[in-house]
């Protein structure tokens, strides 16, 4: 008698409908646990946007109530939490003041960057600098008066500022010379621009911006949009 067995479809490296299946339902399975983990932040993730949170919280004290009237405990209340929890996330509070400057001139980055992509030309490219920051930081900080509380930061910390502003500044200017060599731009002195422009936008963040006045973010940053073109299209 032969000690064979029947070859199952197994055992030809064929899979049966209920294998076939089961492979399927596990594939689907592991399809979903992959999207479930992309949706589930990660704890980096989780700290840094209750940092964010954090920041924007002392920034919306420091506005009430001024940044040398406002204390941590002030900002522990803002945020429901106590003033030892907040020591997980910064270590004072010149480093929350920092950290919305710094806040700041990654938006300012990011407005480079979609001008850059964007604008066709020059003066393209400059006009969408000024709205696309105008609409990140009325959306991202509101008004921010803390901006002109710099000085009351440590030297290092006022140096890196320093070189963020001189940075973006830098970046500006250059868009704005390229302008001005591509015929979209006249004749204008690129460092005086960008302060006319940027002077304008600082005052409205730092002194009368409100996120419930009259104008929208999109309205206002149109608006500047529309005025900064007027003033140094070459088509005027």
Avoid at 50 to 56: D, E, G, P, T, W
Wanted: glycine letters at 6%; proline letters at 3%.
């Amino acid at each position: 008698m032969s000690n064979s067995r029947p070859l199952n479809a197994a055992d030809a490296g064929v899979s049966s409908p209920a294998t076939g299946s089961r492979r399927a339902r596990n594939g689907q399975r592991g399809k979903r646990v992959a999207a479930w983990s992309d949706a589930i932040q990660s704890p980096d993730q989780q700290y840094e946007l209750k940092r964010k949170a954090l920041i924007h919280a002392a920034a919306r004290a420091f506005n009430a109530r001024g940044y040398h009237n406002t204390s941590l405990d002030d900002v522990a209340a803002e945020l429901g939490v106590t003033r030892a929890a907040l020591y997980h996330y910064i270590r004072s509070k010149q480093e929350i003041l920092f950290e919305c400057h710094m806040l700041v001139y990654d938006l300012g980055e990011q407005a480079i960057e979609h001008a850059r992509a964007h604008g066709r030309n020059g003066l393209e490219r400059a006009c969408l600098i000024i709205r696309r920051f105008i609409e990140l930081f009325n959306g991202e900080m509101g008004r921010v008066v803390v901006m002109s509380e710099h000085k009351s930061l440590e030297p290092a910390m006022q140096a890196l500022i320093q070189k963020r502003r001189d940075d973006f500044d830098h970046e500006f200017r250059s868009v704005i010379d390229a302008g001005i060599r591509d015929g979209s731009i006249r004749a204008v002195d690129p460092k005086l621009a960008v302060f006319f422009a940027m002077g304008a936008v600082n005052w409205m963040g730092t002194r009368w911006y409100r996120p419930d006045g009259p104008l929208s973010s999109e309205q206002i940053a149109a608006s500047f949009e529309d005025m900064f073109r007027a003033a140094v299209s070459a088509d005027r």
